[in-house]
Every structure is written in structure tokens, then in C-alpha cells.
């Protein structure tokens, strides 16, 4: 039977990973992920788990071995924040590369220098382009949900999956959490199979050197050069769209709950304005949407959960009748603007959106924001007669500028 | 085109003499012998072969005459480096006939 539990996002995220039958555990602790890999050890060595928790020397390595125990077949799990994460950086790289589905939770903490342990989303932003699905979760239920739904969607695609949710806010704070039925679970999750099954009758060497075009190997078989592997990574992001919705409909039906597969919405059917964001500010949007409506502004919310592969159809869906959109960023590409507003202004480009786009930079390091100022900056923006669908820099909310 | 057809969705090969293929394709120098300056085929005996010793891909035969093989030879240029009687030049690939 399922339960109620008070917990923290990290102890959400450990149940999740329980609940997942993961097999091989390695990490390195980090603020604020550290109660995370804590409750995982403490499940491992208690035996309320069956898995091998891998001790390391750093994230690099941390990563490396659930790589190793991926590829021979183990259902395997990691997790870090910010400058971990970024140590990590190369073998992110090598886990989408060789396909394998790990799922790794990032809890999101600002990058140093300057350092910082509090929140922001800078970290698993600028791994964007590594070849993980990307999923943003915006309160504790919806984290172990997540995970569980990680392990289903990585292992349909061979694609890892990033969950990612905001330190400390999530993290730390105790929420209500109802915990899946085990059993239940493992008829929603079948046990993992690798894409290639590594034998002694049948040994292979794994990721090779590639050259520029495809050539022959031993048995004079042409197989596949570095753009095509490349090019079926890319086709599986995309293929992953479909079975990130998918999975989460099905996870709906059988446990009851829909955190919306690639994006959710908020009083959206006869919203004009349209505020927009990943994890716990998105969800703070809402509140701020309910005082903009009580100002006579018909605002609403899209929440994105899945920021990669980027859902272009069903943003340019949520989005079409908006008058204007308000992204609520707690990463900047520096140089450019926020993540968010650039993706969404790509995405929606001849699109026949035409709304006006206003970016806000908010909460870098755990600088609060609440909903009464998202809704009075993004007030003084809609009553603003010179709005327009032109490029605007970002505007820094709750900082000192000047 | 099923010659292309590779199921796999990550990179590897089956483990086998030259797996990643005929590697001599790799190669911009080809080492060519002037036997008559070999010193094992000068002395009718097993001799020196320093090449042989060096040869980091193991393609060199310590035979007489020394035999390498150019479907595996990368074409360092090592055993032309360590040939004390100077008998193998490196000869550009597009040079040789």
C-alpha cells in the first residue's frame, strides 16, 4: 500500500531511487545532494536496499563507475550539485555518448567563483548539450515520481536523464510526500536491459576510435563512423518526447498522479500573459499568476519539466494565444540572455506567437523571491505600452544594479 | 546498402587481429627497405634488428630478408629513426608508386 511521509527532496529522491531497484549506487557527497547519498548508504547498509554503494575519490570518478555498471547491465544511480557536477563534466558526456541509462539527480546549487551552496540553476544548465534529457521538478512528490519515471523513460531510449530540482528549497524542506507501492512500482518499471550484452562468447570492444567516415572493421563489415552515432543520439532525443509524455500518462493511471510529461500549465485558457520557468519558481508563478489576476491581469503559468529534449510542439501549442511571456530564469548564458528566453524565443519564431517576451534573471545563490515581486515586475512590464516581440536584455530582479 | 546497416546505437567492435580496422590506412609515410644496407641480409645472419625491437605495432619480421607488414604499419617512422645502417626511408604514400 501506498503511504504518507513527511520528507525532505532529498529523502524523496533516495526512496525514488529505492523504489527504482537500483543496482549500483556511486557518489561523492556535495551540498546540498549530501543527505541524498546519506540515506541511500544508510538504506544499503541496513539492507532495506540490494545494491553495491561504490565509494570514490570525486564526481569524475563517481560517474565513471556508474558508466562501468551500466554497461554491464546494472540499473545504476548518481547524484551531485554545481561544481561536482561540473567535475563530472567529461564523462556526462561519455554516459550519453555510450547510450547508457543512468539517471543522476542534480540538485541545483549555484557555481562558484564566488562560491555559493544555495540555489540556482546555473549548474545543470551548462550541461545542456551533453545528450541527457533533462527534467525539472518542482516539489518533493514530483521528485520521487520523477525518478522512478527516469529510470522508465532512460532505459525506453538508452538516453540518461538528469533530474534536477532546486537546493535547499526542495532539498531540505519537508513536504507530504506519498510513497508508491512498492510492488506496484516494479510492474511499472521491468527489470533493465542493456542495448548490448556483454559476454565471453561474444566480447566486444567498447567505444573505439572513431575516424571522420565510416570504415571497415576486422570482419570487413562497414559500420557506423562518429556522425552516425552522433546522429542516432540526436534521433533519440527527439524520440524521447514521445515517450517522456507517454510515461507520464501511464504513471497517471497507475498511481494517480500527472506532473505533465514535458511541460504543465497553469490557468492557462484565457490567459494573455504567461509567465514561465523550471522547477520551484514556476511553481511560485502560480501564486504570483493569482495576484496578477486579482489586479484585473489574466496571467497564467507554463511550467517546462522537460527542458531537454526541448518539447517545441507542445510549447508552441502553450503558448499561442499569449500576449506576453515572462521568463523567470535562475541561469544566464553570460554574454546573451537567459536560457529559457532564448530557447522559447527560437522555439516560437514564426510560430505565429507574436507576444512580447520579457526575461528575468532571479534567485542566482539563493537570493529570495517571492511571488508578490514576480508579480509586480512582471506588472510594471505588461502596463508598459512600448512592449514588443524585439530582443530585450534581461532584467536582474532583487539586485542591486546601480 | 545492408553493408551499412550497423544495429548498434554505440560505438564498439568485435575484438579481433586489427579491430579497428586495417590500420595501414592510417598511414602518410611508408617505410621502404634498401635490403643490400641491411645488416642481418649483409651478414647472412639473425643481426641487429633494432627495427624489429622498436617497432611499436609489432609489424616488423625478424627474418632475412626483415619483412613489414603494410596492412598494419601506421608509418611512425620509428624503425627508419633506429636503423643504424640507415637502410629504411620514410617515402611519402602519394611518392610511391
Known amino acids: ?402 | 546498402m545492408d553493408k551499412m546497416k550497423d544495429e548498434n546505437i554505440s560505438a564498439m567492435c568485435t575484438c579481433a587481429v586489427g579491430e579497428a580496422g586495417r590500420t595501414g590506412d592510417w598511414r602518410s609515410f611508408r617505410p621502404v627497405i634498401d635490403h643490400s644496407k641491411c645488416i642481418p641480409h649483409q651478414k647472412g645472419k639473425a643481426a641487429c634488428f633494432l627495427c624489429w625491437l622498436y617497432c611499436p605495432e609489432g609489424v616488423v619480421k625478424a627474418t632475412i630478408p626483415i619483412a613489414i607488414d603494410l596492412t598494419y604499419c601506421k608509418g611512425c617512422g620509428i624503425c627508419a629513426e633506429e636503423c643504424p645502417a640507415k637502410a629504411i626511408t620514410m617515402v611519402r604514400e602519394e611518392d610511391h608508386e
Open chain 1, 1 to 402: 500500500m501506498s503511504r504518507v511521509e513527511i520528507m525532505t527532496g532529498n529523502q524523496a529522491a533516495a526512496l525514488g531511487a529505492r523504489l527504482a531497484r537500483v543496482q549500483v549506487v556511486a557518489a561523492y557527497p556535495i551540498t546540498p545532494q549530501t543527505s541524498l547519498t546519506e540515506a541511500l548508504a544508510q538504506f544499503i547498509e541496513s539492507g532495506e536496499m540490494k545494491a553495491e554503494y561504490v565509494r570514490v575519490e570525486g564526481e569524475h570518478s563517481a560517474l565513471s563507475v556508474c558508466i562501468a555498471a551500466s554497461t554491464v547491465g546494472a540499473r545504476a544511480f548518481t547524484a551531485t550539485s554545481a561544481n561536482g557536477l561540473l567535475y563530472m563534466h567529461e564523462q556526462i558526456h561519455w554516459a550519453a555518448g555510450s547510450r547508457l541509462p543512468i539517471v543522476m539527480c542534480c540538485v541545483n546549487r549555484g557555481v562558484g567563483a564566488p562560491w555559493t551552496i544555495l540555489n540556482d540553476q546555473q549548474d545543470s544548465i551548462s550541461q545542456r548539450d551533453t545528450g541527457w534529457i533533462q527534467l525539472y521538478c518542482r516539489d518533493n512528490q514530483e521528485i520521487i515520481d520523477t525518478v522512478i519515471q527516469a529510470f522508465r523513460i532512460a532505459e525506453a531510449v538508452y538516453v540518461p536523464v538528469m533530474v534536477c530540482y532546486d537546493g535547499f528549497v526542495l532539498s531540505h524542506t519537508l513536504m507530504p510526500v506519498e510513497i508508491p507501492d512498492a510492488e506496484r512500482v516494479d510492474a511499472f518499471l521491468p527489470p533493465y536491459r542493456p542495448h548490448t550484452i556483454l559476454s565471453e562468447a561474444d566480447p566486444r570492444t567498447i567505444n573505439p576510435v572513431m575516424f571522420a567516415d565510416p570504415r571497415e572493421n576486422a570482419a570487413g563489415v562497414l559500420g557506423d563512423g562518429y556522425m552516425e552515432m552522433r546522429y542516432k543520439l540526436a534521433g533519440a532525443l527527439t524520440e524521447a518526447l514521445k515517450t517522456i509524455q507517454d510515461v507520464s500518462d501511464e504513471y497517471a493511471r497507475l498511481f494517480g498522479r500527472n506532473h505533465g510529461g514535458l511541460l504543465w500549465e497553469y490557468k492557462t485558457e484565457d490567459a494573455e500573459v504567461i509567465l514561465t520557468g523550471m522547477g520551484s519558481i514556476a511553481n511560485e508563478a502560480t501564486i504570483a499568476a493569482d495576484i496578477l489576476r486579482e489586479k484585473g491581469v489574466p496571467a497564467g503559468v507554463v511550467g517546462i519539466r522537460a527542458y531537454r529534449p526541448f518539447p517545441v510542439e507542445a510549447i508552441t501549442h502553450a503558448f499561442r494565444k499569449a500576449k506576453s511571456i515572462h521568463c523567470l530564469e535562475k541561469a544566464l548564458s553570460y554574454g546573451f540572455a537567459g536560457p529559457i528566453y532564448t530557447d522559447l524565443r527560437a522555439a516560437l519564431y514564426g510560430s505565429g506567437c507574436e507576444a512580447a517576451m520579457h526575461d528575468y534573471i532571479a534567485s542566482l545563490g539563493g537570493r529570495d523571491i517571492q511571488p508578490d515581486t514576480i508579480a509586480q515586475v512582471v506588472f510594471e512590464r505588461v502596463i508598459k505600452p512600448e512592449a514588443d516581440g524585439r530582443f530585450h536584455a534581461p532584467l536582474w530582479i532583487n539586485c542591486r544594479t546601480e
